[in-house]
T-cell receptor, first 118, second 114 residues
Framework: NAGVMQNPRHLVRRRGQEARLRCSPV?????VYWYRQLPEEGLKFMVYLQKENIIDESGMPKERFSAEFPKEGPSILRIQQVVRGDSAAYFC????????????????FGEGSWLTVV | GESVGLHLPTLSVQEGDNSIINCAYS??????FIWYKQESGKGPQFIID?????DKRQGQRVTVLLNKTVKHLSLQIAATQPGDSAVYFCAENNSEGAGNQFYFGTGTSLTVIP
């Protein structure tokens, strides 16, 4: 998976707690994407970030969810006041540059963080 | 919204046979497509990609075919092996879209029978 590192791999939270998921992109990649996957379903786009900027958060719930990709350090997906419906696998992906019509650009995924809300 | 779907949710093939996994998309502006393989408990793994200026691309044991007329994508796996058992997703991207996100279908679960 081209070096995208996610942690924790597994996280258990009680309803109402906060979950923080971290993603370190491939070295040299400045673009990060977060996807959510429910059991037996495909990957749903959540948010696309560059360093210090949120480019597209159209797939992210308006409440309780936030994401950041600071100048230094990993990207963080934060879920406040978790509910059972937040239980899912959260995947991070990275790419080196913006997708263009000419170049195309593959995104590489990490191994995911499995969140279980009890 | 998402515009990618798969024709078959499950596929079983005999070891050594060829596998064909299909994918339909509805956004005619999509110009870049990727096939991913996802094994249980793991992240999606890149298999092969194709841009809209091509209709066929070959890799090692895999071939992707793109038919823009009917907005259809297929992944062909030659001489399928037990290690090919996984869920396969196609993903599309529109480089002229507002964002750079890829949209994924539900996936096809491939089971290889030894």
């Amino acid at each position: 998976n081209a070096g995208v590192m996610q942690n924790p791999r597994h996280l258990v939270r009680r309803r109402g707690q906060e979950a923080r998921l971290r993603c370190s992109p491939v070295k040299g990649h400045s673009h990060v994407y977060w996807y959510r996957q429910l059991p037996e379903e495909g990957l749903k786009f959540m948010v696309y970030l560059q360093k210090e900027n949120i480019i597209d958060e159209s797939g992210m719930p308006k409440e309780r969810f936030s994401a950041e990709f600071p100048k230094e350090g990993p990207s963080i997906l934060r879920i406040q006041q978790v509910v059972r419906g937040d239980s899912a696998a959260y995947f991070c992906a990275s790419s080196p540059r913006y997708q263009t019509r000419v170049s195309g650009n593959t995104i590489y995924f990490g191994e995911g963080s499995w969140l279980t809300v009890v | 919204g998402e515009s990618v779907g798969l024709h078959l949710p499950t596929l079983s093939v005999q070891e050594g046979d060829n596998s064909i996994i299909n994918c339909a998309y509805s956004n005619s502006a999509s110009d870049y497509f990727i096939w991913y393989k996802q094994e249980s408990g793991k992240g999606p793994q890149f298999i092969i990609d194709i841009r809209s200026n091509m209709d066929k691309r070959q890799g090692q044991r895999v071939t992707v075919l793109l038919n823009k007329t009917v907005k259809h994508l297929s992944l062909q796996i030659a001489a399928t092996q037990p290690g090919d058992s996984a869920v396969y997703f196609c993903a599309e991207n529109n480089s002229e879209g507002a964002g750079n996100q890829f949209y994924f279908g539900t996936g096809t679960s491939l089971t290889v029978i030894p």
